[in-house]
């Protein structure tokens, strides 16, 4: 018997095998046309079954069950083994931290580079995944701060409405955060939030500068509460005092309640801009050679400008020219235009004294054309000048009113002369008045004095 055999190994027909012999009997023809004819039925009947058993295979549940099974465990073992390999990574590469740390670079190294050959970019994903966390952790502290907090309020609400400083208020709350602020959204680099206290109080005295620009302190104090309170420091406060008044400084008790408090109300100049006045009066004219009954008449008009600094020094201009050339020639303590007059300025309470001096000009000599012809000296003058600080329209300390202007000149021959004028008392009723030739000086900010800073405040 011969056996058929599918690619399964199961036996499927069975048929006689012919031998030999049968083709030498006598009945040749009738037994190959027998033969011939079962061959092609079973043939056939072979094909259908193939054809019909690759049907049911293809429809069998259990085959896709298995596929499907086969398929998820093979996805399981790669995830698990891809998580394992970033976790031994990542273990690989704090060890490596903690021998870096510990001063043994060698021992880092080694692991530094084991972590990288599992994962080339295992420093960037440890990065990631530790700021993750710790934004989450800020994020649930801060939600969890602000319910403790309203709870409190809600506790203590007696407590509150003794404490109606606002100061306490916020102290409480900050100290209670453990921190200055939070981000509101999420940073890819280091947050101002992430510096301690010192550090920003080092950045504020930067801010107010040598210049005492404290109106920058005012405008960072109203960006929240953490840089309120960061705003109120009293010892930048104190320096500022004490940088202003000098000696006379003094403590802030019992007429004040703070340093901030004492400078804002006590009298003071104010150093970032100028204090400038517009003077015009007439000027007769000469008479014309050909009608001496005609008299011109001249309307001038000209600028002063006065600067201030923390040290002690000023700066005075007097000048026609445009606002803008004259206020950029006020910047520096040392300036360029020769007309500027420099001197030294000393404030006792509400009054100002001022004493200023023409620069030398150096390398500009002056030849005769004639030695027997007089040169003429117009001496060295030396202004003393007295104001008084006011407020004006609700602007503290925006004004200053002329108290006396005094000019000493001092001649070649040692002669010396002095001019002075200044408001009369019931005494001095001779001496001319000044409120009506010199008007007060009117405060005006400016922009480009402030832009940079090249000194913290000390």
Known sequence: MQDFVDGDGDKLLQHPNHSSESSDSDDGGDDQEGSSFSKTNIKNALTSFREQWQRELEISPKRERSKAQFMKTVQVDVSNDEESIENNAK????????????????????????????????????YESTKLKSNEDNHDG???????????????TEEDEEECDLFVKLCKIVNHNKCVCFPKFEQNTIHISALPMEIVLYILRWVVSSELDLRSLEMFSRVCRGFYISARDTEIWRLACVRVWGVNCGTYAPKYQSWREMYLQRPRLRYNGCYISKTSYIR??????QDRFYRPWHLVEYFRYLRFFPEGKVLMLTSTDDAQSCVNSLKYRIPRNPLVLIGHYRLHDNCVTLVLKK????GVTTYRKNKKEPMHDSGEQTFHIEFEIQDHHRRLNSQLKWLSYTIFTKYRNGHEAKMCLKEPSVREWRVSAIGGRYPPLKFSRVKSYTQESEAPLQ
């Open 284 to 289: 007769d004219g000469e008479n014309s050679f």
């Open 359 to 362: 620069q030398e000009v150096k």
């Open 142 to 156: 801060f939600d969890n701060n602000v319910n403790d907090i309203d709870d409190n309020a809600e506790a203590h």
């Open 91 to 126: 273990n690989l590469f704090v060890k490596g931290i903690e021998y870096e740390e510990k001063g043994k670079l060698y021992e880092a190294i080694q692991f530094y580079k084991r972590a990288v050959l599992l994962v080339p970019d295992i420093e960037f994903r440890l």
